[in-house]
């Protein structure tokens, strides 16, 4: 590539939500790993889940302060598991300005979850929002006696 091809060349566009979503995961499963929480993809590994916002909400732990990028990779390993274990697409719109927190899952029951926002819930919540139990509630979920739930 010559001097004025290279000086004049397109910037490479920014990462979609979709490139994101297994980088997120990714970085995700390291860090907890680093950090004494194990996450093996499985539903049950949601527990760990738990277990790290039970302990590291506090002043000093590993959410004290700003959380958006480890909410986003949270749900990025959330929406990641369920479709491994359970089925389902992405849906993401990178148009959209809040999309990292809108991205949602299409399980095949054609139900639609969002879990970015069930992370920022679990944050907020504490406890009464496990995202332990919502993963076990979704594969208890029978597809032939659907109702919207």
């Known amino acids: 590539m010559g001097f ?7 910037r490479h566009a920014p990462p979609t939500l979709m490139e994101d979503i297994p980088k997120a995961e990714r ?3 390291e860090a907890m790993a680093s950090s004494g929480y194990m996450l093996d993809g499985t539903i049950g590994s949601f527990r760990e889940l ?4 039970d302990e590291q909400k506090r002043p000093g732990g590993l959410l004290d302060g700003r959380v958006g990028n480890k909410l986003f990779a ?3 390993y959330v929406g990641q598991t369920l479709i491994a274990r359970l089925g389902g697409e992405w849906l993401t719109d990178d148009a959209d300005p809040m999309g990292e927190i809108n991205i949602a899952v299409r399980l095949p029951d054609a139900g639609t979850v969002w879990p970015v926002r069930r992370a920022m819930k679990r944050f907020e919540n504490g406890a009464e929002d496990s995202l332990y139990a919502y ?3 979704l594969s208890e979920r029978d597809p032939a006696n659907q109702s919207g739930g």
């Open 74 to 76: 949270i749900g990025c």
């Open 4 to 10: 004025l091809d290279k000086l004049f060349r397109r």
């Open 135 to 137: 993963g076990a509630a």
């Open 50 to 53: 738990d277990r790290f916002f």
């Open 27 to 29: 970085w995700l499963v």
